[in-house]
């Protein structure tokens, strides 16, 4: 891979993992509910798990959805039935007396798991590999996914530090319920354009 094409990459890697998606509402929820310390799995989980996606997809498993169009649109199904789930418990979130010890926030696992059915990390991950990869072998995929290794984590904890930025101001049951209510809906509001592709 040329120094341009890397820069280019770092710099697409960079504008994808800090722009509002599924995972960087969650992470700001997330700091906002139970602080940047008890996210930091949760933040992880979303890095190392898109690692492990884009690697995948660039080894082979897009081939899967020109093989078998039918995949993709179980994959947006199964996506949006999620993610519309995830809003739900948003918006029930614990309630706010001892917020930071009750509920739990997203495991590593879990957080890693979920780039499966995020529709955002899938265009991510599609676009990498066929933009910055295409056709150039192993080695321009794991570099692929290792420079989106590095430049994910500080981006999603950005997310994850405004949100616990705000737990002062969210400091009363009213202003969480709405903040709570506010980023449910902005979840919902993400898959617009998986709902109108």
């Known amino acids: 891979m040329t120094a341009d094409l890397l820069l280019a990459l770092v710099a697409f890697a960079f504008v994808t993992s800090i722009t509002p998606g599924p995972n960087n509402i969650m992470l700001m929820t997330s700091g906002a509910n139970f602080g940047f310390r008890r996210t930091l799995p949760h933040m992880a989980g ?26 993709y649109t179980i994959l947006k199904a199964v996506s949006v039935g999620y993610l519309l789930w995830l809003a739900w418990k948003f918006a029930h ?3 706010p007396e001892g917020r930071a010890e ?8 879990q957080a890693a798991a979920f780039q499966w059915v995020n529709p955002k990390a899938w265009a991510m991950a599609l676009t990498a590999v066929t933009a910055y990869a295409p056709g150039q072998g192993t080695a321009a995929v794991l570099t692929v996914a290792a420079v989106f290794g590095v430049v994910n984590l500080p981006s999603v904890g950005t997310w994850a530090l405004a949100g616990q930025g705000m737990r002062r101001f969210l400091s009363t049951p009213a202003r969480l319920r709405a903040f709570n209510w506010t980023m449910a809906a902005l979840l919902v509001l993400s898959l617009w354009p998986v709902l109108a592709a």
């Open 46 to 71: 979303v890095a190392l798990g898109f690692v492990v996606m884009a690697a995948a997809v660039g080894l082979g498993l897009a081939g899967l959805f020109q093989a078998w169009p039918a995949s």
């Open 93 to 95: 979130a614990a309630p």
């Open 102 to 109: 009750a509920g739990r926030p997203m495991t590593f696992l």
